[in-house]
């Protein structure tokens, strides 16, 4: 990307499941749908592979002050949660996601308290991507 003139942050850890990483992309005054073009282009040659070799073949876990503060805010939403540190998928329940695409109760309550927790706990993450 740089070659091509962008430039990009320094890749953080995502706190939820400690592997994959996060950064952010810098046009630096280019055309945002030639941005792209040129994004997926360089992740596809040398990024997607190396990225999905390493996350499956990696121990994923929450990072614990971010667990403990999603767990600690859970308990005064009125949900039970596991004391052992895990995924965010541990925190939510069986069912997350209806049959109707809508979240469980838990899941939003979740999902509320890591996107708060996490902007709190890590100030220089660049975003926080919740799924299910």
């Given at each position: 990307m740089?070659?091509?003139?962008?430039s990009?942050?320094?890749?953080?850890?995502n706190?939820?499941?400690?592997?994959t990483?996060s950064?952010?992309?810098?046009?630096n005054?280019?055309?945002?749908?030639?941005?792209?073009?040129?994004?997926?282009?360089?992740?596809?040659?040398h990024?997607?592979?190396?990225?999905?070799?390493?996350?499956?073949t990696?121990?994923k876990a929450m990072?614990?002050?971010?667990?403990?503060?999603?767990k600690?805010?859970l308990a005064?939403?009125?949900?039970?949660?596991?004391?052992?540190?895990?995924?965010?998928?541990?925190?939510?329940?069986?069912?997350p996601?209806?049959?109707?695409?809508?979240?469980?109760?838990?899941?939003?309550?979740?999902?509320?308290?890591?996107?708060?927790?996490?902007?709190?706990?890590y100030?220089?993450l660049?975003?926080?991507?919740?799924?299910?």
């Amino acid at each position: 990307m740089e070659e091509k003139g962008y430039s990009l942050s320094e890749p953080q850890t995502n706190p939820l499941n400690g592997v994959t990483y996060s950064f952010v992309l810098k046009l630096n005054g280019r055309i945002p749908q030639k941005a792209a073009a040129d994004y997926s282009a360089c992740k596809e040659e040398h990024w997607s592979m190396v990225a999905a070799v390493f996350e499956n073949t990696s121990k994923k876990a929450m990072d614990s002050p971010l667990w403990s503060a999603t767990k600690d805010c859970l308990a005064a939403a009125g949900f039970e949660s596991p004391s052992n540190p895990g995924l965010l998928v541990d925190l939510v329940g069986e069912k997350p996601v209806g049959g109707d695409g809508v979240l469980s109760p838990q899941a939003k309550a979740a999902t509320s308290c890591v996107e708060e927790n996490a902007l709190k706990l890590y100030p220089k993450l660049a975003a926080v991507d919740v799924s299910f």
